[in-house]
């Protein structure tokens, strides 16, 4: 997941595109609007986290939030199963 996380920040695009990124790479498919509203909230609210709780480690706090993440939609049932 780190190396997924990196990779997908090291594209320079909007986080809207890195999403789109993710999911096509998951899933095979465009990200739904509901899905990216709650990825945006969950990025934000991680990082929030992150920062608070390691404000020594502050400049980690998006690759930790995208590699959550990246966790996240790895493990759910859509990518472990198909259809």
């Known amino acids: 997941t780190r190396q997924l996380a990196e990779k997908l920040l090291a594209d320079e695009s909007a986080d809207s595109r890195r ?3 993710l999911w096509q790479k998951a899933y095979g ?3 739904k609007p509901v899905e990216e509203t709650g990825a945006r909230s969950f990025l934000s ?3 929030a986290r ?3 709780a390691r404000p020594d480690a502050a400049a980690d706090a998006p690759l930790r939030a ?4 990246c966790r ?3 493990s ?3 990518f472990l199963y198909v259809e």
């Open 19 to 21: 999403l789109q990124n």
């Open 76 to 78: 759910s049932n859509e």
């Open 50 to 52: 992150w920062k608070a």
């Open 72 to 74: 996240a939609v790895i």
């Open 45 to 47: 609210a991680y990082e």
């Open 66 to 69: 995208w590699q959550s993440l």
């Open 29 to 31: 498919r465009s990200i």
